[in-house]
């Protein structure tokens, strides 16, 4: 590998689109989903209704509005972890630069009985090889935060942290939250905890902004802009974003369906601090979750599957 290619700007903006899309995923729909968020010490809510299994998403991922520098896939299946059945979220962040490959999957498990966070895990091949992976231990209340060694086949504990039943993992918790949504009124907003490795946010989730938004090839869609900002900050602390993101990351989404239609975030590099974008190309949808779309919407079949329209 050439020198100075594991700092290049490819792959920077390659992984802040992946951290665009998780971080975006996770946030996407905790406004208006109260109902989501269990108070401390209430127990967990059991599953209702079924999650939007064999839903899937394309976007793409550019710099500096015209740059592609990957493709990123999400769906939603199911499965099991510990002999525990499960619904199951993925997702794949794609790139290849020629000198850099940068492939990264994540997964989240959750409980197909109680919702809560089981498993959670982000693995990176290609040019480069990461791993670090969540296990959720609800009979002792601790998560164990588990990291891949440089052998590149070993995983160490690095540590047991703390939790209450209400935590989940940073890209689960969407899907969670997103089927509980109630509404997208400007001003209002939820909170909710989550864990991104060693630590638990306290996060408020605000709805900023409300308006029409065009995604091209797909359509026009009533889309709320969500800002959030962190509640357990330390003394002196400045909450810089969950994974190294900006706090100002730009979030819009589809108030029928509390789906991401539009991400950005400025991504540092030395002295500049280009954008990285990431948009909605495909939506295979499954009936019960079909997006309304507004009445002046054209879209292109090929990117949407049946869509319901008012």
Not at 141 to 169: F, G, H
Request: hydrophobic share 45%.
């Amino acid at each position: 590998m050439p020198a100075g290619c594991l700092h290049s700007p490819a792959r920077l903006c390659l992984l802040k689109a992946r951290h665009i899309i998780v971080v975006g995923f996770s946030f996407l729909a905790l406004v208006g989903a109260a109902a989501a968020a269990v108070p401390a010490g209430a127990g967990v809510a059991p599953a209702s209704p079924a999650y939007p299994v064999g839903e899937r998403f394309t976007f793409t991922a550019t710099a500096v509005g015209f740059l592609p520098i990957g493709t990123v896939w999400m769906e939603v299946t199911t499965g099991s972890f510990e002999q525990t059945p499960t619904f199951v979220f993925n997702g794949r962040c794609f790139g290849d630069f020629k000198l850099y490959l940068a492939d990264v999957r994540v997964s989240s498990h959750l409980s197909a009985r109680t919702d809560q966070s089981l498993f959670h895990c982000i693995e990176q091949f290609g040019s480069e090889r990461r791993g670090r992976r969540l296990m959720f231990d609800w009979q002792s209340n601790l998560v164990r935060y588990v990291r891949l060694e440089r052998d590149n086949v070993t995983y160490k504990l690095r540590r047991e942290v703390p939790v209450s039943p209400d935590v989940l993992d940073v890209f689960g918790c969407a899907f969670r939250t997103r089927r509980l949504f109630r509404s997208f009124a400007t001003n209002s907003a939820v909170e909710i905890k989550v864990i991104e490795t060693e630590r638990v946010f306290h996060l408020r989730a605000i709805v900023a902004d409300r308006k029409p938004l065009t995604v091209p090839g797909i359509g026009t869609f009533d889309a709320a802009r969500i800002r959030f900002e962190a509640l357990n900050l330390k003394s002196n602390e400045v909450f810089k974003g969950l994974l190294d993101l900006d706090k100002d990351i730009q979030i819009w989404v589809d108030t029928s369906t509390c789906t991401p239609l539009y991400m950005c975030s400025k991504v540092p590099f030395g002295i500049v601090r280009p954008t990285v974008e990431v948009i909605l190309k495909e939506w295979k949808t499954v009936p019960g979750f079909e997006p309304v779309l507004l009445k002046t919407n054209t879209f292109l079949p090929r990117a949407f599957a049946a869509p319901r329209q008012e």
